[in-house]
């Protein structure tokens, strides 16, 4: 029994942070290529990784041998210095769908899931992961109208995220 059981947890531990919040439905038609590059991270909601920081951007380029090579890079004023760390990702369901799973340390993957994007331009992203305590409001240049912030604060909250507590991200100071 524990030798089915021990497998059977690592399973759940290792696969546990990939799915998708009750409500939220990836983008389809998704496309890679015009996905990479570099973005501004324009609104988030808070967690430990990212606190104190601005200048935030996220970069994802092809990986030789499959797969995105992720760089996120923020600036810490506390700290008068950059943090970055650098992952990888791979497509969940298929490399039209934009569900892709990310790993910024060892064999531990989050969602990564845009559930909105401008089809014309790829120029914004509206991104969350596996549960509602993770959003992100992404834009291929440091501001956004007012207007793009409403709709993606109607959009989240539709899908059940607490857009009250959305922390702004300051770009102003300098290059990223």
């Keep these: ?13 290792f696969s546990g942070c990939t799915g998708v919040p009750a409500k939220v439905t990836p983008v389809d038609n998704f496309e890679l290529n015009r996905y990479l590059g ?7 909601l808070g967690h430990s ?9 996220a970069e994802y380029r092809l990986r030789d041998g499959g797969g995105v090579a992720v760089v996120n890079r ?6 008068n210095q950059w943090k970055e ?12 769908t934009g569900y892709l799973k990310v790993s ?13 994007i401008d089809r014309a331009g ?27 912030i409403e709709e993606f604060k109607i959009k989240a909250e539709g899908l059940g995220f607490d857009t009250s507590e959305l922390i702004f991200v300051e770009h102003t100071g300098g290059s990223s």
């Design 122 to 148: 790829y120029q914004y992203s509206f991104v969350c992961g596996p549960d509602y305590s993770y959003l992100w409001l992404l834009s291929r240049t440091p501001e956004v109208s007012q207007q793009l």
């Design 85 to 96: 760390a650098k992952g990888k990702a791979y497509f969940v369901e298929g490399e039209t």
């Design 49 to 57: 990784f990212e606190r104190g920081l601005e200048r935030v951007t």
């Design 38 to 44: 570099k973005w501004y991270e324009i609104a988030r």
């Design 104 to 116: 910024f340390f060892g064999p531990f993957y989050g969602s990564y899931i845009v559930f909105d």
């Design 1 to 13: 029994m524990i030798k089915v059981l021990i497998p059977a947890l690592l399973s759940l531990l």
């Design 74 to 79: 923020g600036y810490s004023s506390k700290n």
